[in-house]
């Protein structure tokens, strides 16, 4: 079992910038993607940014050029760098961790854009 804690989350003007964190523990492999995804209120879940261990990144179309994702290998830390944020990108971002078929979701941190 993987545990994943998030945190960084908050309240942010348009246009501002928000960096959440999020640490993976317990019965991780050298071998996963890491990375995070978001829901807002009757939406589906959706990605966000994840990558890789081998620095593979693949991006949500919304967020493709504002968003940077980064992970620190060794201490199992995965970064979401949020710039030119927008009302729309409000949501719960959850960390995600995958192994092969197998998901594993942090609690998730809310994110919340005024206009």
């Known amino acids: 079992q993987v545990q994943l804690v998030e945190s960084g989350g908050g309240l942010v003007q348009a246009g501002g910038s928000l960096r959440l964190s999020c640490a993976a523990s317990?019965?991780?492999?050298?071998?996963?993607?890491m990375g995070w995804y978001r829901q807002a209120p009757g939406k589906q879940r959706d990605l966000v940014a994840v990558?890789?261990?081998?620095?593979?990144?693949n991006y949500g179309g919304s967020v493709k050029g504002r968003f940077t994702v980064s992970r620190d290998n060794a201490k199992n830390v995965v970064y979401l760098q949020m710039n030119s944020l927008k009302p729309e990108d409000t949501a719960v971002y959850y960390c995600?961790?995958?192994?092969?078929?197998?998901?594993?979701w942090g609690q998730g941190t809310q994110v919340t854009v005024s206009s």
């Open positions: 990558m890789d261990s081998g620095g593979n990144t």
């Open positions: 995600n961790y995958r192994s092969g078929l197998t998901y594993y």
């Open positions: 317990g019965s991780t492999v050298s071998g996963n993607t």
